[in-house]
């Protein structure tokens, strides 16, 4: 990835004016549409097209393509990647996440050979359970960062605009939120599909959060097959099941109906029984 696309991200990323700003976000999807990749493989999530491409990762170099889901593991699945293929090094953020401008690019930016070639790639990513999954977002981004939105994020408009004090909202609160408009506000607990820019049967591997352990060596021995150490390194893999244990203490009956019917294609998709609660 080049300094001039980092630099346009960021440019997009920030308050210049809405006028000029929608103007470049269509330039860029329309860059981005027009690429061998998206060409062969029209993207057909509800996600902007340039944010999905954003989250597809792709290591021409090792033949690697892989998505970067949010409340996935995903900090420790970009250090492994960093610490597999750099040797450790840390790349400049873009984004919220270390991310390397030298080997990783976006499916975006393939060649048509490399695209031509794409049965050749290893393609993975890890799934999680949608019901933890949700309640780590709720737990990460809501309860700790409540007090600190600004007035006119959707969760204060609903929740808190009147008050400077106002507590966050409980889970099942949340979860009414999340049903009433709020389930693609924010990418940590948008339904997982949507980040896929492959129908689900084209990856090699669907790894899962809760077997880790079991599922990553196995993709590390198909990408990396020197490596000796084939376990996740990073911030999330000490405590990346957490969610799960906390289940009890958050959901009601009503709470789980309402994930369960939100989150449904999600369940389907990666293999998840929303009646195993």
Known sequence: ??????????????????GLRRKLLSLEEKRIAASPFYKRHPYNGTMNLRDADLRCVVIPEHKVLYHRIPKNAN??????????????ELAERIEDKRYSKKVIQN???????D?????????????????????SAYLSKVIKRFPKLKPEHPLKQTFGVHRDDAPPPDFESFCRYLAEGGLRVDRHWRPQHDYLVLPIACYDF???LETIDLDFPRIVAQIA???????????????????????????????????????????ETFGYDPNER
């Open 1 to 18: 990835m080049s300094y001039f696309r980092y630099a346009k991200q960021q440019f997009l990323q920030k308050g210049y004016p809405e």
């Open 75 to 88: 900090s420790s699945l970009v250090s492994t990647m960093l610490n597999i293929f750099e040797g450790g």
């Open 107 to 113: 499916a975006s930016e393939l060649s048509l050979s």
């Open 115 to 135: 695209v031509e070639s794409l049965d050749s790639f290893t393609k993975f990513l890890i799934a999680r359970n949608p019901y933890d999954r949700t309640l």
């Open 206 to 208: 669907v790894a899962r």
């Open 225 to 267: 097959p020197w490596r000796e150490n084939r376990t996740l390194v990073g911030e999330d893999a000490p405590h990346r099941t957490s969610a799960q244990s906390k289940r009890a203490q958050y959901y009601s009956d009503r709470s789980y109906a309402i994930v369960a019917e939100l989150f449904a294609r999600d369940f």
